[in-house]
């Protein structure tokens, strides 16, 4: 099958995590394989058999860019489109219906924003959602009924042998506005709350973003401040799993979450709208269901939050036991 996947931007995030798994994983299966969207940092992890193409996928060019999808799908006979996030699920159902092949768009974020075009919701064939409770929440949407289905983000899982430092947390996402706010807690308020019972942790930050440099500043002032790195910066990494795998705790949601419990590591889902509890064999499913976003709780609190990090590292053990068991 000759598959084309289409997203709007192939740099840091989920969906761009996912993608890139995704057309690896169709490229092994023996299908022919093309990725178009913005150049960005994934390009260069593709397998070596995927076709990537650029595209400059934006509102202001919409029309041209229908066209050039449209060209793209006779050039090289494709048989079917998927799409990821709002503009290239609207471009990717338009080209399909005029070039009369199968589009498949998965909703990783809110649907009200992703499918937001009627013209999305009539015109793709079948929608994804990675988090049953929002496709609960949609499935009775007359122009989505009958086509959409759940299926939960994943990863190959592996046994983790390397040597962790278990006093060492790791918050790994896309360095945007939100994403900044709950970070900025970590350093100005839990931080130095646990410091003080235990002077040995440390925080990774590991993504990019416009928001970058405002948190290399916050987190200059606290490694003054404790005459050391106690918060390291790193950036885009091309691979986090090597930072994961040595992580004691994970912070995070989706993807980040997911590869952290594949790696045995303990994960507490947290984003700017929600803190969970850490994950187990109890409430695994519930946290699976919502792709590890803790919807039944309240926003992040940064005493309770300081507090289930203490009751790790009093007995970090008996947190990774749980997870290897997981």
């Known amino acids: 099958m000759r598959i084309l996947l289409l997203i709007k931007s192939f740099d840091f995030g989920g969906a761009e995590n996912h993608v890139l798994d995704l057309a690896n994983s169709l490229d092994e299966s023996d299908n022919d394989v093309f990725v178009a969207g913005g150049k960005g940092f994934q390009v260069g992890r593709l397998n070596p058999g995927v076709s990537f193409i650029p595209k400059r996928i934006s509102d202001f060019m919409f029309p041209f860019q229908v066209i050039g999808i449209c060209f793209l799908i006779s050039k090289q006979k494709i048989d079917v489109i998927h799409a990821h996030k709002r503009l290239a699920i609207l471009i990717a159902s338009i080209s399909g219906r005029i070039m009369n092949i199968p589009v498949i768009a998965t909703v990783h974020g809110r649907p009200r924003h992703d499918l937001r075009s009627i013209l999305s919701r009539r015109f793709t064939d079948k929608i994804i959602f990675v988090s049953k409770r929002t496709l609960d929440a949609n499935k009775e949407i007359r122009s989505i009924s009958g086509k959409t289905i759940f299926i939960p983000n994943g990863v190959s899982s592996f046994e983790n042998e390397i040597e ?45 973003g416009k928001y970058l440099s405002h948190l290399k500043r916050e987190a200059e002032y606290l490694n003054k401040l404790n005459k050391r790195e106690v918060c390291k910066i790193f950036g885009y990494l091309p691979e986090v799993k090597h930072v994961i795998r040595k992580s004691g705790v994970v912070l995070g949601v989706g993807r980040a979450a997911i590869e952290a419990l594949s790696c045995s590591v303990p994960v507490i889902p947290l984003n700017q709208k929600f803190m969970g509890r850490f994950v187990t064999e109890q409430n695994f499913y519930l946290y699976q269901l919502n792709n590890f976003v803790a919807i039944t709780h309240d926003p992040p609190d940064p005493k309770l939050l300081a507090e289930l990090l203490k009751s790790y590292l009093i007995n970090p053990e008996h947190y990774q036991e749980e997870a290897r068991n997981l």
């Open 164 to 208: 962790r430092d278990y006093y060492s947390v790791s918050y790994v996402s896309r360095i945007d506005k939100r994403h900044s706010s709950v970070i900025s807690l970590l350093i100005r308020e839990v931080l130095p709350d646990i410091l003080r019972d235990f002077p040995q942790v440390t925080l990774n930050i590991i993504g990019d």
